[in-house]
């Protein structure tokens, strides 16, 4: 079983929707969450960061950790055919060797 | 700012042939990761340095691998020889002060395809 298990999609929603991704995770040590998106054939960007549990919003984009139950949230609000891409969660203990998920493709419909 | 840059951004060789991947990270960033990304699959980590220094290498498979960092700015990752199960999306990254390490600046990849 991997540490970090993403579901890879593809998710396909109409513009407008609200776009939730979800990561889950087998390792109580991890404290650094990230979301990185991801456009075909170029690297990954950061999104999202949280340390520890909590809530973050930037703009469209809200990121929850759920320690309790090992499982992480990225909420896309009034989603755009330019969110589509793919989005990894990545975790880490140390901030510096991050573990990745699959990814999850999303596919935002005109 | 200029980005992470990478090159060649695609290379076809032919197995058991060796190939070279460069990599010039951001300006300032003293930490640089080495990744491999299959099709579907988040990176993988091979090497990361700080500095010149490799204090990461325990995924790099070194019978065939190597990197180095000279000078601590630009970096190389070497294969030698080649194999079919090498063709993949080869990253590299840095990132800056030790408070911001979780984000990672990647560069575009360079595509290897192995035949």
């Known amino acids: 079983q991997k540490e970090v298990e993403q579901d890879p999609g593809p998710l396909s929603v109409p513009e407008g929707a609200i776009v939730s991704l979800n990561c889950t995770y087998s390792n109580s040590a991890f404290q650094y969450f990230m979301w990185y998106r991801q456009y075909s054939r170029k690297g990954p960007e950061l999104l999202m960061y949280t340390y520890s549990s909590g809530n973050k919003e930037d703009g469209r984009f809200t990121a929850q950790v759920d320690k309790s139950s090992k499982y992480i949230s990225l909420f896309i609000r009034d989603s755009q055919p330019s969110d589509s891409a793919t989005y990894l969660c990545?975790?880490?203990?140390?901030?510096?060797?991050?573990?990745w998920g699959a990814g999850t493709k999303l596919i935002i419909k005109p | 700012e200029a980005g992470v840059v990478q090159s060649p951004r695609y290379k076809i060789i032919e197995k058991k042939q060796p190939v070279a991947f460069w990599c010039n990270p951001i300006?300032?960033?003293?930490?640089l990761y080495w990744y491999l990304q299959n099709l579907g699959q988040g990176p993988e980590l091979l090497i990361r340095?700080?500095?010149?220094?490799?204090?990461?290498d325990s995924q790099l498979p070194k019978d065939r691998f190597s990197a180095e960092r000279l000078k601590g700015v630009d970096s190389t990752l070497k294969i030698q020889p080649a194999e079919l199960g090498d063709s993949a999306v080869y990253l590299c990254a840095s990132s800056g002060p030790a408070g911001e390490r979780y984000e990672q600046y990647f560069g575009p990849g360079t595509r290897l395809t192995v035949t």
């Open positions: 300006s300032g960033h003293n930490t």
């Open positions: 340095y700080e500095n010149e220094e490799a204090v990461d």
């Open positions: 990545a975790m880490s203990r140390s901030g510096y060797q991050l573990i």
